[in-house]
């Protein structure tokens, strides 16, 4: 069994942290939330949905990496806007044979990881189709596991990739290898753009968005955009018709709602900057035009500013 650190133990990190810790692996939870964690340790983690429920109990659970010590696998799981932090609290956790896996939305975080940790010892991770939620602290509940999907930063071994993701096999997650990194991103990212800022901005779930000829006008057209701006940069996405292949995704968890939407929901800042933020920037970077994203940002950006004055 692996020791494995979780750096951004929220909704999604408390699903990795519950189902590899059931599998019998050594896990240790990092947490923002200091209720969560409070939680997890006098309680156990509770991980609830399609994969069943279960209690399990982690190594710890704490809002630091203090006293851990060196790990076989680092998964950092925060925002995107947290990942230069969490990179450096992930330090001490770090050895030779370390693997470091990314999970973020949006582009542009393994780079900024890669700042600090070493580059040569990472993996970027994409994952998709979960609908991740905390319902109370102790407690993470999911919609599915959709897509579960790694490839290699820069110069980690075969090796080093395969039993990295051995490690998530072990805990009941489906696990893909993608050679192409820039591909793989960008398959996720123009299903985010479609549903993250749009729910954010309307309240409704994927399903309802799916569902409403109004909200999926934004969400298509964000999307389309998404695509333009990735074919624009020579990147191959390797699918027929993404469009299709976004509503498919979605319409595989139509109840769960957009961690933009909880964070909105719960006061928290979120991912807008890097999600449909992020096809905007490079939209006119690239000279492709990006309306329906530059509108979905604004919209999103006053509420934010309404919650944070």
Not at 29 to 50: C, F, M, Y
Not at 55 to 63: F, K, N, P
Not at 95 to 119: E, F, H, K, M, R
């Amino acid at each position: 069994m692996a020791k494995v650190a979780i750096v951004g133990c929220g909704a999604m990190g408390s699903v990795y942290a519950g189902l590899m810790a059931h599998a019998g692996h050594e896990v240790y939870g990092i947490t923002l939330w200091p209720d969560h964690a409070a939680a997890i340790q006098e309680k156990g983690l509770r991980v609830s949905g399609i994969s069943g429920d279960k209690t399990v109990r982690l190594a710890a659970a704490s809002t630091t990496t203090e006293g851990i010590g060196v790990c076989d696998l680092v998964i950092i799981a925060t925002k995107a806007f947290d990942v230069k932090s969490a990179a450096s609290d992930a330090l001490p956790l770090i050895g030779p044979q370390t693997v470091v896996q990314t999970i973020q939305n949006g582009v542009g975080s393994p780079d900024a990881a890669a700042q600090i940790l070493p580059a040569d010892q990472m993996a970027v991770g994409v994952v998709g189709g979960y609908g991740a939620s905390v319902p109370e602290p102790g407690h993470a509940h999911h919609n599915g596991f959709e897509v579960t999907w790694f490839g290699k930063y820069a110069g980690l071994s075969d090796e080093q990739l395969e039993g990295s993701a051995d490690i998530w096999r072990s805990s009941g997650f489906k696990v893909a290898l993608h050679d192409d990194v820039q591909s793989m991103v960008w398959k996720k990212l123009i299903m985010n753009v479609a549903f993250s800022g749009t729910s954010c901005a309307t309240g409704l779930t994927i399903g309802q968005i799916l569902g409403d000829a109004n909200a999926w006008k934004v969400g298509r057209g964000c999307s389309e955009e998404a695509v333009a701006v990735c074919e624009a940069q020579g990147i191959n996405l390797g699918i027929a018709d993404p469009i299709a292949h976004v509503q498919s995704l979605g319409g595989k968890i139509p109840n769960a709602r957009p961690s933009m939407l909880l964070d909105s929901l719960a006061g928290r800042r979120g991912e807008i900057d890097a999600i449909n933020g992020a096809i905007s920037r490079l939209g006119a970077k690239l000279g492709v035009p990006t309306p329906t994203n530059d509108v979905v940002v604004a919209i999103v950006k006053a509420k934010e500013s309404l919650i944070h004055s």
